[in-house]
């Protein structure tokens, strides 16, 4: 397995409820705190944390803003399916923020973290972002492309 990187495919956690809104179209800009950051058109994929341990879905990457919290919240707060009290307890203690705007969200077939790890033995949800190699990213396609 090669050890190339080029900033294409990521993977995300998210708590269950925001990975959906993600999925589903209801969420379109992911806000963070402190995160590498992806090559625009960058497929993000979607993985939902505890209950769900899975990835459930992408959408790609179509800017990249970063700003003030306060101006961030007012430009896309309508876009995170978060509350502003949500907002403010997440990004606390932080003046600064990276908002992620996504586009052509699409739910897959589930991958869960025990297939995770047959791409990747020691993958692990990660605390922001982690990047796919290409050939990681290609048996991700697969499983989530097989039939039920």
């Known amino acids: 397995m090669t050890d190339i990187l ?5 993977v995300i956690s998210l708590w269950p409820e925001f990975a959906e809104a993600i999925v589903s179209g209801k969420k379109t800009v992911e806000f963070r705190r402190r995160i ?3 090559a625009l058109s960058a497929r ?3 993985y939902a944390m505890r ?5 459930i879905g992408f959408a790609y990457l179509e800017a990249i803003v970063q700003g003030d919290v306060n101006t961030l919240w007012r430009q896309y707060g309508c ?15 932080i003046e600064k923020a990276t908002a992620f705007l996504l586009r052509d969200h699409q739910r ?5 973290l025990d297939q995770l790890k047959e791409i990747r033995p020691n993958f692990q949800p990660p605390q922001s972002l982690t990047w796919l190699r290409k050939e990681e990213t290609q048996k991700l396609v697969s499983l989530a492309s097989q039939v039920e």
């Open 6 to 10: 080029d900033r294409k495919e990521a």
């Open 36 to 38: 590498p950051l992806p």
């Open 44 to 46: 993000i994929w979607i």
């Open 51 to 55: 209950p769900v341990k899975s990835v």
């Open 79 to 93: 876009q995170t399916f978060l509350s502003e009290q949500q907002y403010r307890d997440c990004l606390e203690g």
């Open 108 to 112: 897959i077939r589930s991958v869960n």
